[in-house]
């Protein structure tokens, strides 16, 4: 007697991947020249990446770094910045 499975078999099953979120660099606009730069002040550590949802729901705020194109230090939040991705 043959027994019926509702499970699949091993040799049929398949695998469940996820594929890796892509991740960008926090970014501003510099108020004095109206260049983007990336936002590598205080909280946010030179280097760091971050996908778009988590910078929605990020609590963000108040942050200050100095600006590489006008030297004057900035301040800004989540709502104020977006994630750039560089291949």
Not at 1 to 9: A, E, I, Q
Not at 48 to 53: E, F, P, S
Request: charged share 20%; net charge negative; proline share 9%.
């Amino acid at each position: 007697m043959k027994r019926l499975s509702l499970l699949p078999s091993a040799s049929t099953a398949t695998p469940m991947i996820r594929e890796p979120t892509p991740l960008g660099h926090v970014m501003i606009r510099c108020a004095e020249s109206g260049e983007s730069v990336p936002a590598s002040g205080e909280g946010v550590p030179r280097g760091t990446r971050i996908d778009a949802a988590s910078l929605e729901s990020s609590n963000f705020a108040d942050q200050t770094f100095r600006c590489p194109h006008c030297g004057h230090e900035h301040t800004w939040s989540a709502k104020d910045a977006w994630v750039e991705y560089v291949p």
